[in-house]
């Protein structure tokens, strides 16, 4: 299975962007699906995780990131709001069969970058 991330960018701060994560395979309706992302410098960190109709979101983007999925199109999106310039990274999708598996199928990653 492979999933293909893309909707980067730049942009100011304040501003919008839409990550979408299209997969190879259907998995996108069954699978526990998720973001991550990683700063220069930082360790990689868990933004938001969906599973069975549920959603964990990382405090720092409570209230302005929001995750859809799309069975139809076997995609993820990561809907990011009143960006911040510390919202600036690589971000990963990923998913993996349920929560007591591993993160184990990632996407390739795209940048965002948040001027202020």
């Known amino acids: 299975v492979q999933l293909q991330a893309c909707g980067g960018g730049v942009v100011q701060a304040g501003g919008s962007l839409r990550l979408s994560c299209a997969a190879s395979?259907?998995?996108?309706?069954?699978?526990?699906v998720g973001w991550f992302r990683q700063a220069p410098g930082k360790e990689r960190e868990i933004v938001v995780s969906?599973?069975?109709?549920?959603?964990s979101y990382a405090d720092a983007v409570k209230g302005r990131f929001t995750i859809s999925r799309d069975n139809a199109k076997n995609t993820v999106h990561l809907q990011m709001n009143t960006l911040r310039p510390e919202d600036t990274a690589v971000y990963y999708c990923?998913?993996?069969?349920?929560?007591?598996?591993?993160?184990?199928?990632w996407g390739q990653g795209t940048q965002v970058t948040v001027s202020s």
């Open positions: 969906n599973w069975s109709g549920r959603t």
């Open positions: 990923a998913a993996r069969y349920n929560l007591r598996t591993d993160w184990n199928i």
């Open positions: 395979r259907r998995i996108i309706s069954t699978y526990v």
